[in-house]
């Protein structure tokens, strides 16, 4: 990660200097400091328990035989491989399987360019660095997957702590972006935040160019931008942000010298206009271009292939004979995409492999899945709806109207001040972020595979996270977010003096798990409401049963 690192000036509050903590800087109140270390302490417990979870499970639960890519392993393990692969085998699987064996041996068959190349180069740079002291007990592929435990706990940790920040500027709300940040270390999409899968990296580069450009330090966002597009195909559409941000930049130069009804002023703004529809040009070419030039890379590797298939190791070349997996050869024809209009190698893996496309999976066998993704959908059109309500005629104006005319909303069909519409998921500056999640949901219900909608936007928004904080906040009684937390956790004697048999139990409990109001509110399950048991209960259970099912080949989402 050092090279999203432009200097220590610029990275100031990201990941700069090692002489003080990178989160903790200076000027933080107090309270900030005690949040930023409740986040950063539950965070790192959840990997632990995510970890030591999934390997029970892993070594308890047999696994399911799926029609997965499943490659053979081209080097005799050893006794210490067994070991790493009976710890951490469970993050090997479904389409880990695709990232692993892409740092190993590269792009080799076709649908492999389904996954992009950050993640699995990210792999290779920390396996190669493990596997130079480490080679003597252990292959490059252990290696690997120890990689993939070190980049994801990392990367998630480092994300709670980036979310909260984002929070703190988004939402205008200490508290708010405290509970957000803990309920994301809960993420109903935990599972592949833990495995090896993109969505750890990704999260942190599409949370972190969002803060960035926050910040104003529009540069510093588009590379974040652009590494998350080398990351995930999604990424593309984060260049959304910075068009809306310097289209609002230009619209307030305008507003300003229209104010003035200073004549001479036009042309310099004529100017400024320029320039900013110049930044966003550049921008979003920089943005894009990891995703174009993977796909040239894609195109010259099937479509002016060098190689032979005689080139590769006999059990690659068996397991595509034997799944009809295509393999670059220069002695073959070439593929049907290479003679399309636009050859995207991309949109055809989508297409061909995995049956993506507009209504697809619309059908009567697919409704466990679309049960498994309807939380998510509940959740964002819900976002969505009361955000517009809220905020009709702001919403209409597509958000350029400026902050401070808000007087006309209602919430809870009664009247709030516009005082109050300034923090809070309701806030004017929420609602670029709304936008975004609310398009990557609608494609994930319609485009998708749908019970992919909860990692494809857990992932990629704060929606999800700013919202349920919400509804916590407006509905739960236990909570009293608009003022100091002044609750202390509960003692372990106030909650079991009813049932003395799981005293001693409790205690042991409360001295390994970190007190914060979240463990407070699963503690008080009984005394929250209906509200509280919903949101809670939807993050917790898909955090446990994504490590359960997953972790030994059983679908999920």
């Known amino acids: 990660m050092k090279g999203c690192v432009l200097s220590r000036k610029n990275a100031s509050g990201f990941l700069a200097g090692f002489g003080r903590p990178v989160y903790f800087q200076k000027g933080m109140t107090k309270e900030t400091r005690t949040d930023t270390s409740k986040v950063l302490i539950f965070a790192v417990f959840s990997r632990i328990v995510s970890l030591v979870l999934q390997a029970v499970c892993?070594?308890?639960?047999?696994?399911?035989?799926?029609?997965a890519f499943q490659p053979p392993r081209l080097c005799k393990p050893s006794k210490y491989d067994t070991?790493?692969?009976a710890l951490f085998g469970g993050l090997s699987r479904w389409d880990a399987e695709?990232?692993?064996?892409?740092?190993?041996?590269?792009?080799?068959?076709?649908?492999?360019?389904a996954f992009f190349p950050l993640l699995p180069l990210s792999l290779r740079a920390v396996a190669s660095s493990l596997y130079w002291p480490l080679g003597g007990w252990l292959n490059f592929?252990?290696?690997l997957l120890l990689s993939a435990v070190v980049i994801n706990s990392v990367l998630f940790v480092l994300n709670t702590v980036t979310l909260f920040k984002l929070s703190r500027l988004v939402l205008q709300d200490r508290l708010l972006a405290y509970y957000s940040s803990l309920l994301y270390s809960i993420t109903p999409a935990n599972v592949f935040m833990v495995v090896a899968y993109s969505e750890s990296l990704f999260a942190f580069l599409s949370f972190a160019a969002m803060l960035q450009l926050e910040k104003k330090r529009i540069t510093l966002s588009c590379i974040l931008f652009a590494l998350a597009t080398a990351t995930r195909s999604n990424g593309i559409v984060s260049a959304g942000f910075l068009g809306y941000s310097q289209l609002q930049n230009c619209i307030q130069h305008l507003r300003v010298t229209r104010r003035n009804k200073n004549t001479s002023k036009l042309l310099p703004c004529v100017g400024i206009s320029a320039w900013f529809f110049l930044l966003v040009l550049v921008g979003t070419v920089v943005i894009l271009l990891p995703f174009g030039l993977f796909q040239y890379y894609g195109y010259k590797v099937f479509c002016n292939p060098t190689r032979r298939i005689e080139d590769l190791p006999l059990a690659l070349i068996k397991l595509s004979n034997r799944k009809g997996y295509r393999l670059p050869d220069v002695s073959q024809e070439l593929p049907a995409w290479c003679f399309y209009q636009w050859p995207l190698l991309y949109s055809y893996i989508q297409d061909v492999y995995w049956n993506v496309g507009f209504l697809r999976y619309y059908k009567l066998r697919q409704v466990p899945n679309f049960l498994l993704g309807l939380p998510i959908i509940v959740l964002g059109t819900q976002a969505a709806w009361r955000y517009f309500r809220t905020k009709p005629w702001f919403c209409l104006q597509l958000g350029l109207v400026r902050r401070d005319d808000m007087t006309d909303n209602t919430h809870n069909d009664g009247k709030i001040k516009a005082n109050k519409l300034a923090q809070g998921f309701f806030s004017a500056r929420v609602f670029v972020y709304l936008v975004h999640g609310t398009l990557?949901?609608?494609?994930?219900?319609?485009?998708?595979?749908?019970?992919?909608?909860?990692?494809?936007?857990?992932?990629?928004?704060?929606?999800?996270?700013?919202?349920?904080?919400?509804?916590?906040?407006?509905?739960?009684?236990l909570l009293n977010l608009e003022s100091k937390e002044k609750q202390t956790p509960l003692s372990v004697k106030q909650q079991t003096h009813k049932r003395p048999g799981s005293f001693i139990i409790c205690r042991l409990l409360w001295k390994v798990v970190p007190r914060n109001t979240l463990t407070e509110l699963l503690v008080k399950w009984k005394q929250t409401n209906l509200v509280t048991k919903c949101i809670l209960g939807y993050f917790v259970s898909y955090w446990v049963l994504g490590l359960l099912l997953h972790c030994n080949f059983l679908p999920w989402t």
Do not use: K
Not at 442 to 449: A, E, L
């Open 58 to 67: 892993n070594l308890l639960i047999p696994d399911h035989e799926p029609d």
């Open 83 to 85: 070991v790493v692969e």
């Open 98 to 113: 695709h990232f692993l064996f892409i740092a190993e041996h590269g792009y080799v068959f076709e649908h492999n360019f």
């Open 141 to 143: 592929r252990s290696c």
């Open 440 to 477: 990557l949901l609608m494609f994930g219900i319609f485009c998708m595979h749908v019970q992919v909608t909860t990692r494809f936007l857990a992932s990629s928004s704060p929606i999800l996270y700013w919202y349920c904080t919400q509804l916590l906040r407006d509905n739960e009684p």
